[in-house]
């Protein structure tokens, strides 16, 4: 099984690069880190387009892309015993000693964890959103975590917003979820040379353009923030949905030279996005730790967001700019960080982020829960489904 101490860990979720997102960082940077520490890791997801089979990343870090096609949102039909084969195949080949599943609307990442769990092995689950009660996607997706969630192991919230959150809508006690924050990559994301001048001055919003992330908002905050304030540009990155709504409305107001619309940005290139920028402006109706904010702090950017879900546990009260989600609130947010501009200083507010945020750290802290679920004993058979009732 390998050297003692040491685990052999399969990740499994819907999300994975070539895709780009917080859970794709998150999950690739976690196995970076847990792979240096001596660990061996394989991730397992859906087939992306022709990315299909086995494949090698950084550190040897070994992906199986699994021959299922998305439905819905990069997510695999449900099909409950469908992905047994696979996962089993996985598991025994790779001597997996335990399985690490991400995000609560992942069906494969549901599945496995069923299925590891029926075979014996610990498991580990990462909730990294929020999700209401009232609407039946909600009600419908709670109902599939209470089952799911009824066996893990240990669980992982990346914020202490997010862990009452999955409390309530998983039944899961609240001693065995653990909450452990995203981080960022410091050394990738470092501030410009060289200041920028504030003669104009330049908000960065970088998100899926969908209605979780504010689309909807932008539409409404981004002419009245050029109206009150001529020198202002605004540089926005993403695709979605909502993304005809915001092109509309820059042809509406005549901000063709004001707003630049750039489409998906692929992660390797975001931070020279951010640099571009004084202020990062972030949008969401829901978040549960936005990893989008710590890249642009390192970057050296005053922040703006939205006073949402773990948003307001991120950063230090001086680095962001908080507001409730509605245009009015948003615009005078934005005001009031155009005013603070000249205090900032990127250099010093990236040398903060190297101290409060760092992967090594995350993956120390997943450890420690890794150690917890492997001496946890597991329960007869009975007991098992007595839990699922």
């Not at 890791?41 to 021959?67: E, I």
């Not at 299922?68 to 084969?85: D, I, S, V």
């Not at 090594?360 to 007869?380: G, Q």
Request: hydrophobic letters at 40%; a positive charge.
């Amino acid at each position: 099984m390998g050297e003692p101490g040491k685990h052999r860990i399969l990740m499994v979720s819907d999300f994975f690069y070539p895709n780009f997102g917080g859970v794709e960082n998150h999950i690739y940077y976690l196995s970076q880190c847990l792979i240096k520490e001596g660990h061996k890791v394989v991730v397992m997801t859906h087939a992306y387009q022709n990315r299909s089979g086995v494949r090698y990343m950084t550190n040897g870090l070994k992906v199986y892309y699994v021959p299922w096609k998305p439905f819905l949102m990069q997510n695999t039909l449900p099909t409950f015993f469908g992905t047994l084969p696979i996962t089993r195949t996985i598991l025994i080949r790779e001597k997996i000693s335990l399985v690490h599943g991400h995000q609560a609307f992942s069906t494969l990442c549901h599945e496995a964890l069923m299925h590891a769990r029926t075979m014996g092995y610990k498991v580990v689950f990462t909730d990294h959103s929020l999700y209401g009660f009232a609407d039946v996607g909600s009600i419908h997706m709670n109902k599939v975590l209470q089952f799911t969630l009824a066996d893990v192991t240990q669980a992982i919230c990346v914020s202490h917003t997010s862990k009452e959150n999955t409390v309530l809508r998983s039944g899961l006690p609240p001693e065995k979820v653990y909450v452990i924050p995203n981080a960022v990559d410091t050394a990738m994301f470092k501030p410009a040379p060289e200041r920028l001048n504030r003669d104009e001055i330049v908000i960065v919003v970088l998100s899926r353009l969908v209605y979780r992330k504010g689309a909807d908002l932008l539409v409404e905050v981004i002419p009245e923030v050029c109206r009150l304030h001529p020198n202002v540009r605004f540089i926005v990155g993403g695709d979605g949905p909502k993304r005809v709504r915001l092109e509309e409305m820059r042809e509406k107001h005549s901000l063709q030279d004001r707003v630049d619309m750039l489409g998906a940005v692929p992660h390797a290139k975001v931070r020279s996005v951010l640099i571009t920028g004084h202020i990062f402006l972030n949008s969401s109706l829901t978040e549960a730790f936005c990893i989008a904010i710590l890249e642009a702090a390192s970057c050296g950017l005053l922040t703006v967001s939205t006073r949402v879900g773990g948003v307001p546990e991120v950063l230090p009260d001086d680095m962001v700019v908080l507001a409730a989600p509605d245009p009015t609130t948003m615009v005078h947010a934005i005001t009031r960080a155009i005013h603070m501009l000249p205090q900032i200083d990127p250099q010093d507010m990236h040398n903060r982020m190297k101290k409060l945020y760092s992967w090594p750290d995350v993956a120390r802290r997943t450890e420690i829960v890794y150690n917890r679920a492997l001496k946890c004993s597991n329960p007869p058979l009975l007991d098992r489904l007595s839990s699922f009732c």
